[in-house]
């Protein structure tokens, strides 16, 4: 297990992987400015989620957006898009700048506190794509990311998402890792997470 502490993009080492870290993509005047507003201005919903036969609230506040008027399915959830509002679409332009990609779609989750969390998952649902590339920024709170590799589980890698930071994940990288972010005993406070994918 590696810890990654850094202020300049970082390739991450998983095997297969190809994971960017840009710890300071926005300032922290620019990451203070937009969690303010994504927080007040976001309509935030809570869907139910179905564990192993159970139903239960998702642990976390969700939200989607999109050019393309396509939904988004996972975890037996469909959500329809809002239209982008203007702060998103400055986020989305700067980080596709760095993508080289055309993003259709934004889900944001809104993290309330250190008991919500986002279980085990690797974004790799049919309408992603083959080879999806998914731009990860975080505003807020510092949270722990995890990543385990598919093929051997006991092979994991954990690393803290800054406020203001990009993660990019491209290439072979959701066929072979999951990720999550877990609960915390700790006092954090909310952390909002924009994640920026293609649907075709």
Known sequence: MSSLFSNTP????????????????????????????????????????????????????????????????????????????????EIKKRVEKIAQVSFTTCLLNLYRDGQDSNGWHADDENELGENPVIASVSFGAERVFKFREKANIKNTYKMTLNSGSLL?????????????????????????????????
């Open 10 to 89: 970082q390739h991450l080492p998983l095997k297969g992987a190809t994971v960017t870290y840009f710890p300071d993509f926005f300032s922290a005047e620019e990451a203070g400015k937009y969690f303010a507003l994504l927080h007040k201005e976001t309509p935030w919903q809570q869907d139910d989620i179905k564990v192993f036969g159970k139903v239960y609230p998702q642990p976390r506040l969700t939200a989607l957006y999109g050019n393309n008027g396509k939904p988004y399915s996972y975890s037996n959830i469909t959500m329809q898009p809002h239209e982008y509002t203007f702060a998103l679409s």
């Open 168 to 200: 990019l994940m491209q290439g072979s990288t959701q066929h072979l890792w999951q990720h999550q972010i877990p609960k915390t005993a700790k006092n954090v406070g909310p952390r909002i997470n924009l994640t920026f994918r293609i649907i075709k």
